[in-house]
């Protein structure tokens, strides 16, 4: 990834870490189809945050016991941070909802027990 930490952007629903124009030009590879970032400066500032801690890459999403253990399994391979600050919208957390994904806040706060 090129552009520098002060470009990198982290996804508040996924925890991808992207550069600004990545998520404005290619979208969020787990989110798009429901966040809908190409194109939208907007729909990036209110669903990533500049803010966030410690880096994992994910190689095999669907093996990893990292993956598990960030909640991660299931989304395709690339950078993630491991926690993210930030605050999604109402209207945005209803349209995770709606797109059937179980919101996560990745900023430690929802670190409910599964199941």
Known sequence: MSGGQRNMRAC??????????RFLHDGCP??????????????????TSQVFEGLI???S????????W???DGYVSGI????VQGTLTDEVRQAVEDAGVRYIPR???GDEDEG
């Open 80 to 83: 993630y941070a491991v926690k």
């Open 12 to 21: 508040m629903v996924c925890s991808i870490v992207q550069t600004n124009a």
């Open 30 to 47: 787990n989110c798009e189809a429901f966040l809908g970032y190409i194109n939208s400066q907007d729909v990036i500032n209110e669903c």
């Open 57 to 59: 890459t994910l190689t």
């Open 107 to 109: 900023d430690g706060t």
């Open 61 to 68: 999403p669907t093996t990893s016991w990292v993956a598990r």
């Open 70 to 72: 960030q909640r991660l």
